[in-house]
């Protein structure tokens, strides 16, 4: 990475490792160490997924599908009690 990113050889980084190093400005750093406890995943049943998918699909859609006709029924109310009609406009 030090060679691609600075067009320069492997040889020179090695020289300025060194030289950091000697006068300590390069040091290793202590990593703690700790231990994964946690169980991998189980296997994924995709079938039981796709499942999952078309029905939360399916819910959406009677859902949208509801409030659509619910809009139609409020304008067909609204329509029906306040609408302009042509015997409104005689009196």
């Known amino acids: 990475e030090f060679a691609r990113r600075t067009r320069l ?3 020179t980084y090695f020289n300025i490792k060194k030289a950091l190093k000697a006068d300590g400005q390069l040091q290793a ?3 703690p160490h700790f231990t994964l406890t946690a169980e991998p995943p189980g296997a994924v049943d995709l ?3 796709v499942k999952s998918v078309l029905k939360q ?3 959406r859609i009677d859902q949208a599908n509801l409030k659509q006709q619910e809009e139609q029924e409020y ?3 609204d329509d029906r009690f ?3 009609t ?3 406009d005689d009196d």
Do not use: I, K, P, T
Request: hydrophobic residues 20%; charged residues 60%; glycine residues 10%.
């Open 9 to 11: 050889g492997r040889s």
């Open 29 to 31: 750093v202590e990593v």
């Open 47 to 49: 079938e039981e997924e």
């Open 57 to 59: 699909e399916q819910r």
């Open 75 to 77: 304008r067909d109310l």
């Open 82 to 84: 306040f609408g302009d």
């Open 86 to 88: 042509e015997e409104d």
